[in-house]
């Protein structure tokens, strides 16, 4: 039997960092499973929060990963320890954000899709992380980017702190303007009716695309980055690097 969908929070408000919530269940592993969270799970090269939760009795379970169950509508919070003490279902629990973490993702994630207005080539996967990340590209020219002007052109666009907005648009939309995906081997996330579409600049000016991740508000909360690698993955892969300085 599936379990109902948990209320994502962290899709209306990226920046919430503590939030109640109500035990749904526990699954076969220990997973818990709650009405709704601010802890994204593990999806399209962002990794999945970690944080706390407590019990009403004021126990702290620590949560070393959180994936998704039934698709991308149910989220598991698994316990760092297999031998944590579970909630009952119907009790309420208290969640906390490892901020810190969350907030180096939704700042490599922003300047990934910086990256993706600025190499204009098809993305063949990508991976975030705290503080780094990576983009490849379907590229068969070695030099058609360099990493110096790629630092350079990044930076600026960071500088000029463009907001981050976004929208939503239905399934049909999205099916009817394919050319707004532009990773090749993560889909938008569909099937519920509508997709998020995440915009820079005004009017997505900067870069507009379908994305079910967190974000920065603004371009300048970036900070400063590098391009310290470009590595040739096959005859028509490039693999972009990215760090925070």
Excluded at 218 to 240: F, H, L, M, W, Y
Aim: proline letters at 5%; charged letters at 20%.
């Amino acid at each position: 039997m599936s379990e109902p969908p948990t209320a994502q929070l962290f899709r209306d408000d990226a920046f919430l960092k503590t939030c109640t919530s109500t035990v749904v269940g526990i699954n076969e592993r220990g997973g818990i499973i709650l009405d709704r969270s601010i802890f994204y799970a593990s999806s399209g090269g962002q990794p999945g929060d970690t944080g706390t939760m407590q019990l009403a009795s004021g126990e702290m379970i620590t949560i070393g990963a959180t994936v998704y169950q039934d698709g991308k509508t149910t989220i598991v919070h698994v316990p760092a320890a297999a031998d944590s003490a579970l909630p009952a279902p119907g009790e309420q629990v208290t969640l906390n954000l490892d901020w810190d973490k969350r907030h180096l993702y939704m700042r490599i994630h922003s300047c990934l899709h910086l990256m993706c207005a600025l190499v204009d080539f098809p993305v063949t996967g990508g991976q975030i992380g705290a503080g780094t990340g990576r983009l490849d590209f379907a590229i068969e020219d070695a030099g058609a980017i360099d990493k110096q002007d790629l630092t350079t052109r990044l930076n600026e666009l960071i500088s000029a702190n463009h907001a981050i907005t976004d929208h939503w648009i239905t399934d049909d939309e999205m099916a009817a303007n394919p050319d707004m995906i532009r990773t090749m081997s993560v889909k938008p996330p569909m099937g519920q009716g509508r997709v998020r579409i995440v915009d820079i600049g005004e009017g997505g000016g900067v870069d507009s695309q379908p994305c079910g991740g967190t974000h920065v508000a603004a371009t300048g909360e970036i900070g400063a980055v590098e391009v310290p690698k470009i590595e040739k993955k096959g005859r028509q892969n490039r693999r972009v690097r990215l760090k925070l300085l």
